[in-house]
Each structure stands twice: as structure tokens, then as C-alpha cells.
């Protein structure tokens, strides 16, 4: 059994990425990797997690994550450092109106590679590790986690694009869960009934960090796919 742990967070930043690092951190992982888009944000996220785990040793990685040869790099480096991750958490994507019939097939294709081709990539690297690490450590929690919400099930016209590649990320957590059931490793989606707000009763990041960290918890008695908040 090991007590040195690693959560490996994909789309770190304000919000969701923030809250369920610090919190994560506070709990129980002494190794936090952060990885988004902005540097200078990242230094920022990289001390809200210090100031919540004084003891806490954070990695962050200024990489798009549509930059596949970039993302292993830095994915490299980090496992270098701390090992293979416990909890890998995907939070990335770009939440932007986009027109029907209006919108550029490029820009389309570009939220397909944050939501679901960065995905598999990670997919394809950590879940046989996540499914050995659950074989050989029992104290382990191995886990493969996406945000999403109801546009997968509820298309919003105005912002089409995300609706597209979040039903097509849904679709692929959905064929993981499936195909690697039974072996160990807790692979779901935390679903978001509406836009993120810190004065949201429901849909602020303290609450929906919260309501993750029970799901999480839950997840060997209780399997589930997905968390509704």
C-alpha cells in the first residue's frame, strides 16, 4: 500500500478545476499535477492547492491538450516526478456560443480534440495502469472522472458545438465504463444541471467539488456512473 498519491487534473483553472483540486488535495492526494492552457493561471491554481495542503507537492504544465505530442511530454515529466496517477480528472473544454449553420467546421473540430481525442489519449495511457494499481493495492481508489452536463441528453442550439462533443465524450466514458466494469477502476462522469455560478445554490464549485468527493467515496460500495448535481 502506498501513501504517496498523485491526482493528475486536465483543464485546471477557476471554478470546477480549482475546487476539486484543493479539496482532493485536502483529502487525501499529497501529489497534485495541474495542466492547462495559461502559465500565469496556473501559478494561481497551483497556490490555491498549496494554500489548502500545506504539504502538498504541485507540477503544472502550461500545454494545450489538443497538442498530443506536448500532452505526453508533459504527462512524462510529471509521472517522472510522482508516478503514475491515482485520479485523473478531465475538466477541459470551451464553453463559447456557437451559431448553427454559422459556426467553422475548424472550431468544431478543435472542441472535438479537447473533449474526446485528448480523452482517449488519456484513456489510452492510464487506464490499464489505473486497472493494475486497483489488482495491487487495495487501499487504492484508481479513477477516471469527466465533467459534463445535461447537453449531451439536452442539445442547446445556441452553444450546438459543445453540446456535440460533450455527447460524443459521454458516448466514449460510456464504452469505458462498459467495456472495464468489475475491474476496479471508477470511470464516470459528473453531471452539471446548469452553467456554474459561486452563487448558485447547486451549481457552484465548493458544491459540486463536495458532492464529487462523496460520489468518489461511494465508489467501491456503491458503483455508479455518474453523479447528477
Known amino acids: 500500500m502506498s501513501s504517496n ?3 493528475l487534473v486536465i483543464g485546471s483553472g477557476p471554478g470546477i478545476g480549482r475546487s476539486i483540486s484543493t479539496l482532493f ?3 487525501r492526494y499529497n501529489n497534485v499535477v495541474l495542466i492547462g492552457r495559461r502559465a ?9 492547492v498549496e494554500a489548502a495542503s500545506p504539504t502538498v507537492s504541485v507540477k503544472i504544465y502550461a500545454v494545450d491538450a489538443t497538442d498530443t505530442a506536448a500532452l505526453l511530454a508533459a504527462l512524462d515529466d510529471a509521472e517522472a516526478a510522482f ?5 485523473i480528472f478531465c475538466n477541459a473544454a470551451r464553453v463559447l456560443p456557437s451559431a448553427l449553420l454559422e459556426h467553422d467546421v475548424k472550431d468544431i473540430e478543435y472542441d472535438f480534440k479537447i473533449n474526446v481525442s485528448a480523452l482517449y489519449v488519456l484513456a ?3 487506464i490499464p495502469d489505473l486497472i493494475t494499481l486497483a489488482k495491487t493495492d487495495p487501499s487504492a481508489q484508481p479513477a477516471f472522472i469527466v465533467t459534463s452536463s445535461l447537453l449531451p441528453q439536452h442539445p442547446y442550439p445556441p452553444f450546438f458545438a459543445l453540446s456535440l462533443v460533450k455527447a460524443a465524450q459521454r458516448n466514449l466514458m460510456q464504452s469505458l465504463a462498459e467495456t472495464y466494469a468489475g475491474q476496479g477502476v471508477h470511470i464516470g462522469v459528473i ?3 446548469g452553467p456554474v455560478s459561486p452563487d448558485h445554490e447547486a451549481w457552484n ?3 459540486i467539488a463536495a458532492k464529487t468527493w462523496e460520489w468518489f467515496l461511494r465508489a467501491k460500495e456503491e458503483p455508479s456512473f ?4
Open 191 to 193: 453531471v452539471v444541471g
Open 226 to 229: 455518474e453523479v447528477l448535481i
Open 40 to 48: 500565469e493561471q496556473l501559478k494561481l491554481e497551483q497556490a490555491a
Open 124 to 126: 489510452q495511457r492510464y
Open 5 to 7: 498519491r498523485t491526482i
Open 83 to 87: 508516478g503514475k496517477p491515482e485520479v
Open 205 to 207: 464549485p465548493e458544491n
Open 25 to 27: 488535495a485536502s483529502k
